[in-house]
């Protein structure tokens, strides 16, 4: 049996719960028709989420010092390299699912920047293979590590449309807006987009957890004071899938300008809903967004975006960006893609 990591679905308002849920259900519908069967390492309290029936070892805080398996588990896969809990015996294969290096391209407070360096060399180090979610993060651990070629994998993410029911905040914008969508922290760069409100009516919406605002905030309020946009910026929060989906389909247009990403979901996320997507050009998401999506000048100089963002929703109007082009391109990013992907690795690995 494979034993896939689900520990990470313990926060609801984070990325890694979303690429969890959705592998995690794409494995265990592949699941059935391979061989050999999927379990998933889980909270009990999360368990909920999945077909009553299936195999499951519940997770639990002592198991960050010894973790007990069963002994029909035959592969460990930890779904990011950041977790603490991994079994320690030699004698189980464990890949591990490498998101990105961005500790080392970003300015983290020490404490931070040391934790994730710790974790994420010893992921690499213990790895039995190592699956990188972009060819840019797979580039960035052979730059950085003593890691052969042939342990590397790239297995993309995928981006799945929302299904269920779509639900309207209880005060919705009272104008067009441009939305951002994903955590609110210095790393996503987001103060750059205020500028974009000037020479039109737009609003801004920031929507995403706003527990690392610290920084990045009142960056925010003085660039918006600085364009005299200060009461067309707001701040939602976290949102659930449910009104995810609403400012998703309601907004003009999606903003991305993100200095570090190991793969970038929200792009492929916005590009579901046929919106366009102006987003930054560093890291991993020129890989994702292809010339589906439209880019911000590296320097994020301020009239460049504003002529950027202007030239760039003249022609999506004019059909720069068809719906069958997004369409072709988003078949490349599917979860039944990437487990496929992953259970080919799983029967590779002995």
């Not at 050999?36 to 010092?65: C, N, V």
């Not at 500790?103 to 931070?112: I, N, Q």
């Not at 104008?175 to 039109?200: C, E, M, W």
Request: aromatic share 12%; with cysteine; glycine share 6%.
């Amino acid at each position: 049996m494979i034993l896939f990591d689900c520990e990470k679905l313990r926060n609801p308002f984070n990325g890694f719960h979303t690429y969890t849920l959705h592998l995690a259900e794409a494995l265990l519908s592949e699941s059935a028709r391979r061989e050999e069967k999927l379990g998933l390492y889980i909270p009990r309290a999360q368990s909920s989420l999945f077909p009553a029936g299936t195999p499951m070892r519940y997770w639990h805080h002592l198991d960050k010092y010894w973790m007990w398996l069963r002994r029909d588990v035959r592969i460990f896969h930890a779904s990011t390299q950041l977790t603490r809990y991994t079994p320690r015996s030699w004698r189980l294969p464990v890949l591990s699912t490498v998101h990105d290096l961005n500790f080392l391209h970003l300015d983290f407070p020490e404490k931070v920047h040391e934790g994730l360096r710790r974790r994420t060399e010893e992921a690499i180090r213990n790895a039995t293979h190592i699956a990188a979610i972009s060819q840019y993060t797979r580039n960035d651990i052979l730059a950085r590590y003593d890691v052969p070629e042939e342990k590397i994998t790239v297995i993309y993410n995928g981006a799945s449309p929302y299904r269920g029911p779509v639900l309207a905040p209880e005060t919705p914008p009272g104008r067009p807006f441009l939305l951002y969508l994903g955590r609110v922290t210095d790393s996503k760069n987001i103060h750059v987009l205020p500028a974009l409100l000037q020479d039109n009516d737009y609003d801004l919406i920031v929507a995403g957890p706003t527990d690392r605002i610290d920084r990045e905030g009142p960056l925010i309020r003085k660039e918006a004071a600085r364009w005299g946009v200060s009461d067309r910026v707001h701040f939602t929060g976290a949102l659930d899938d449910a009104h995810k989906a609403w400012y998703l389909s309601h907004c003009e247009a999606f903003l991305f300008p993100s200095l570090a990403e190991g793969f970038g979901l929200p792009v492929l996320e916005a590009l579901h809903y046929g919106k366009p997507v102006f987003s930054s050009g560093r890291s991993s998401l020129p890989e994702v967004g292809g010339d589906c999506v439209f880019y911000f000048n590296a320097e994020f100089d301020p009239e460049g975006m504003q002529r950027e963002f202007a030239a760039g929703m003249e022609a999506f109007r004019n059909g720069a960006v068809p719906p069958e082009k997004i369409a072709a391109h988003l078949s490349r990013f599917t979860w039944e893609n990437a487990a496929r992907r992953y259970y080919d690795l799983y029967e590779s690995l002995s």
